[in-house]
């Protein structure tokens, strides 16, 4: 099976008259990524029926583009936000960057950042250098004057690194053709195939009870195989299973989280997933061998971030009179706008099981069956750093 997930997360930086909890030593990746969880939660929050899927680590990845330019109490707060340490955080943005792009991940995870800015608009040197140097960013110039013009070529760029799954990103109507001055933009490109291959002929129609409690008829994967699967609880004592599902190479997963009571709303437990979740759940799982069913899946969503941001602490970024990026521009500026895009894809593709796993499959055991029939949460996640790539909840697949 393969599953293929986009994202592009946007800021839109306008000018204006500015003024001027984890488990010990958490990795740069888990730390940005429990920003983008948080989001996540703040959105899903406000759409618990739908189906939703963002990038915890493209959330994080389009601060720390801001986070060079920033000063002041707009710096102090998305530092606070992504819980950086104040003393040289780039060089582990850097490191990450590369961790997470590197041949070793055989193509799974593609990054591409840009910076384009209006013609003639004193961008800072060094913030520019510090963003090509840590992130790769490309930097590009644009008349914001034509933004129908503007629009065309940031899509295109757009739609070239997610290798067309997400051709229009940037509406003309987004941009003021007076006073818009830089877009930032992230994008993740990732493809995995699954480390246990499901066959297509093993895919028949099977009930799946949505968030609203309708049955549907969805063609549901199956296949035999050994997976790391797990149960924990909530604080709050609610219980909920986790089956982990790895890519080939093993360098990333997709975690899959059903909460155990049919009656427990997905929306109960979801709230309680953070990076520290995710890492206390490793001495739980156990690799057993089960008959697994899951639904192929599709999901697209679109994600205004303002709000979910605020809430979150980061106010003053978007506040004309508040916003602190003197080192971005001599020009006062702040943000307008700031979403994000992803979709994901899931089937049967893959590659065939590995020798040991095959051999395990010959055990005498009596397998279960774990049925994924109703809505569930799923994580993508890098495992050498603990990134939480993409996160998603699905109602009806």
């Known amino acids: 099976m393969w599953a293929c997930s986009v994202l592009f ?71 606070t936000a992504l819980r950086y340490k104040k003393n040289g955080p780039y060089k582990m943005l850097k490191k990450l960057h590369k961790t997470l792009t ?4 055989q193509g799974q995870v593609l990054i591409a950042n840009a910076l384009f800015s209006q013609r003639d608009f004193p961008m800072d040197q060094g913030f520019m250098a510090t963003n090509k140097a840590n992130f790769q960013c490309e930097n590009g110039t644009v008349d914001f004057s034509n933004p129908q013009a503007a ?24 941009l003021d053709p007076a006073l818009t001055r830089l877009l930032a933009v992230n994008s993740i490109y990732f493809k995995g195939m699954w480390k246990s291959r499901f066959q297509p002929g093993d895919t028949k129609m ?29 604080p709050q004592g609610l219980k909920y299973k986790v089956v982990e599902l790895p890519y080939h190479g093993n360098t990333a997963s997709m975690l899959i989280v059903l909460p155990t009571e049919e009656d427990t709303p997905l929306s109960e ?21 089960v008959h697994l069913f899951i639904p192929k ?11 979910p941001f605020s809430a979150l602490g980061l106010t003053d970024m978007f506040a004309d009179g508040k916003a602190d990026f003197r080192h971005l521009s001599s020009e006062p500026v702040h943000v307008s706008a700031a979403l994000q895009k992803a979709k994901i894809e899931v089937n049967e593709d893959g590659t ?39 996160a998603g909840q699905i109602n009806q697949p």
């Open 102 to 105: 590197a041949r070793s991940n």
């Open 206 to 234: 099977r009930s799946f009870s949505g968030g609203d409690g309708t049955a549907h008829k969805v063609p549901m994967m199956s296949q035999l195989s050994v997976y790391p699967i797990g149960q924990a609880s909530t």
């Open 9 to 79: 997360s946007l800021l839109l930086v306008t000018l204006g008259v500015s003024k001027g909890a984890l488990s010990l030593a958490p990795t740069y990746g888990e730390r940005g990524s429990d920003l983008g969880l948080r989001v996540f939660q703040q959105v899903a929050r406000a759409r618990p029926q739908e189906n939703l899927v963002l990038s915890p680590h493209g959330v994080a990845s389009i601060l720390g583009m801001l986070l060079p330019g920033a000063d002041g109490e707009t710096r102090r707060q998305i530092f």
């Open 151 to 174: 629009a065309d070529r940031i899509n295109g760029w757009v739609n070239n690194k997610t290798k067309g799954h997400i051709p229009s990103l940037v509406k003309p109507d987004m």
């Open 352 to 390: 065939k099981a590995s020798a040991a796993t095959t051999a395990i499959l010959l055990a005498r055991s009596s397998p279960p069956w774990v049925i994924i029939d109703r809505p569930f949460l799923f994580l993508v996640r890098h495992n050498p750093t603990g990134t939480i790539l993409f």
């Open 269 to 289: 437990v979801i709230p309680h997933i953070s990076t520290a979740t995710v890492q206390s759940w490793a001495p739980l799982m156990h690799q057993r061998k």
């Open 297 to 307: 899946f599709t999901a697209e969503a679109e994600v205004d971030l303002k709000a």
